[in-house]
């Protein structure tokens, strides 16, 4: 079975510019999770999603940051404008079950962003 | 703001050597849940266990149990008679508990630990 895909696999652009990052979860699973890391913060999770629906975005950072998924085997991250400090690697995962259940989280490779 | 602190970067034991993982966190909140998670070498983030703010008992599950002691913000964890397959990185966590009682998705992880157990 393929694992959770994520592209690009690196980005790098200048500030101002959007970001699209995309994800493509595990088929069958209910959950996504986007999360970002960085080594000040270490690993954040930004916003996950039940069903296609976020259900808590309270980890995204600011208004500059959105996420959609509009359907259950695509999702996407958007920064507009990005900042340089947005630079990290941002993940995403899918499961099962939600983020407090026993279901483990998959993880794609990453888009590793930096922002210039 | 919240914060996780996982000092030790990388730890390296041998096979049924007792290990300790220490995790050391701030928050504004009076409520709120501690987490650990396992990933291992394959990549997938597993649960491993979720700690009210208001439940300072020590937990036992296995060869796994975990130290919550409000009073120094820590919730550390041991792995006792440690073997190969618990090599992975663990992560400590945290998020905050509304007045409801459920938690916010806002996860906080540490910056996790590398721990590999040799034969």
């Known amino acids: 079975d393929a694992g959770v895909i994520q592209s690009p696999r690196h980005e790098v652009t200048e500030m101002g510019q959007e970001v699209t990052l995309r994800c493509k979860p595990i088929s069958g699973h209910d959950y996504l999770f986007w999360y ?29 940051f959105s996420a959609k998924m509009p359907n259950a ?26 983020p407090y259940s ?4 998959h993880f794609g490779d990453g888009t590793r962003l930096s922002i210039l | 703001a919240q914060k996780v602190t ?3 970067t990388e ?18 909140d009076t409520t709120y849940y501690l987490f650990w998670y396992k990933q291992p070498p394959s990549g997938e983030l597993v649960f491993l266990i979720r700690r009210n703010s208001f439940d300072e008992q020590n937990e036992i599950s296995g060869r796994y149990s975990w130290n919550f002691q409000k009073s120094t913000s820590s ?6 008679a440690s073997q190969v397959v618990d090599s992975a990185v663990y ?6 508990l509304n007045a409801g009682g459920t938690s916010y998705g806002k996860l906080t992880f540490g910056q996790g630990t590398i721990l590999t157990v040799h034969p």
Not at chain 1, 36 to 56: A, C, H, K, S
Not at chain 1, 77 to 84: A, G, T, V
Not at chain 1, 102 to 105: D, G, I, L, R, T
């Open chain 1, 36 to 64: 970002r890391q960085t080594m000040m913060r270490g690993l954040e999770l930004l916003i996950y999603f039940n069903n296609n629906v976020p259900i808590d975005d309270s980890g995204m950072p600011e208004d500059r």
């Open chain 1, 73 to 98: 085997s695509f999702s996407t991250l958007k920064i507009q404008p990005s900042e340089p400090r947005d630079s990290a690697v941002y993940f995403c995962a899918s499961s099962f079950g939600g």
């Open chain 1, 102 to 105: 026993n279901q483990p989280q």
């Open chain 2, 6 to 8: 996982q000092a030790q």
């Open chain 2, 11 to 28: 730890i390296s034991v041998v096979e049924k050597e007792d290990v300790t993982l220490d995790c050391v966190y701030e928050t504004r």
């Open chain 2, 75 to 80: 919730f550390n964890f041991t792995i006792t």
């Open chain 2, 91 to 96: 992560f400590c966590a945290l998020s905050p």
